[in-house]
């Protein structure tokens, strides 16, 4: 058995598992490695490593970031990074405060609207992960401003909303330049959401990616079909880019997707660990 899980998210950012949890579940289930990608965040990577160490898993950190798209959504992965580093935990510092920004904002925007509701009580909802609006959206269900976490998302949050507040994204350069620079391999999350609906314009985003410095595309993943893995599969080659995968996992609550196995059957083995560990020697070395 050499299989891995190269995207796990964890209570860090919205995983329902600790670190821990997720390192004794994929040990228990027989993979080799797991990579911890929480969404801009690294608080979760030292426990990871730390019961990584304690159960003989190989604990890759990881990251990771929602950029600017607006076609769609772009998240990039950085794989084999150092944590540590200065200017990614300053970014991710500017990140938070911009999510807390955000809230204020939302909050301000809904008593606007006669709607009696502050931080405190967002805060106390017991949906996990970072603050944000899926909280908000409880809290309102729950004073009785709207019938479901939907209802609360079409009447105030949706974008557009008469409660939205347009997030603060990194630029997808900034975003590589900092994984870079924390000596990180930058990959290219589930290039599906970017709702590319034709080939030619995915080829040029990736082109454009590729110029800033991207390393890889996420192709093994549960939404994937075989025909886009397979497009996915020809723009890396087309490249020079590693091919990656992951299932994503967020707990053992989202759509039956299971660490690992994705759906059932997507199995990535530890080779794409190797290649990631290859190409990040051969950057640092330099020329
Ligand atoms: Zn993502
Ligand atoms: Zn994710």
């Known amino acids: 058995m050499n299989v891995i899980d ?50 003989g898993l190989e604990v890759i950190p990881g990251v990771e970031l929602s950029v600017d798209f607006p076609k769609g959504t772009m998240h990039l992965l950085g794989y084999l990074i150092d944590h540590t580093s200065i200017e990614l935990v300053d970014k991710l510092t500017i990140l938070q405060q911009a999510r807390s920004e955000r809230n204020l904002k939302m909050i301000e925007k809904l008593r606007g609207l006669g709607i009696e509701i502050d931080l405190s009580e967002v805060k106390e909802t017991p949906e996990h992960g970072q603050i944000g609006r899926p ?80 390393d890889g595309i996420e192709i093994h993943y549960p939404e994937h079909s075989e025909g886009q893995k397979k497009h996915y599969r020809d723009v890396a080659q087309q490249y020079g880019l590693l091919i990656t995968g992951g ?16 759906y059932g059957g997507e199995e990535v083995t530890y080779t794409i660990v190797k290649d990631m560990k290859i190409r990040r020697e051969i950057r640092l070395k330099g020329p």
Do not use: C, W
Not at 30 to 53: V, Y
Not at 187 to 192: K, S
Not at 247 to 262: A, I, N, P, Q, R
């Open 6 to 55: 190269l995207h796990v998210h964890t209570t860090a950012s919205d995983g329902t598992m600790s670190p821990t949890e997720v390192v004794r579940y994929a040990k228990k289930k027989g993979l080799l490695a797991i990579a911890i990608t929480d969404h801009d965040t690294i608080e979760g990577i030292e426990e990871g490593l730390e019961e990584g160490n304690k159960q």
């Open 135 to 214: 909280h908000v959206a409880y809290t309102l269900v729950k004073k009785g401003y709207a019938q479901s976490i939907q209802d609360a998302f079409e009447r105030y949050l949706r974008k557009g909303g008469p409660a939205y507040v347009e997030k603060f994204r990194l630029s997808a350069e900034e975003a590589i330049n900092v994984i870079r620079a924390a000596g990180g391999i930058t990959v290219l999350a589930h290039p599906f959401t970017l709702n590319q609906s034709q080939p030619h314009e995915f080829d040029a985003v990736i082109g454009a990616l590729k110029q800033q410095g991207l």
């Open 247 to 262: 299932s994503d996992f967020h707990g053992l609550t989202k759509d039956d997707v299971d660490l690992g196995e994705g």
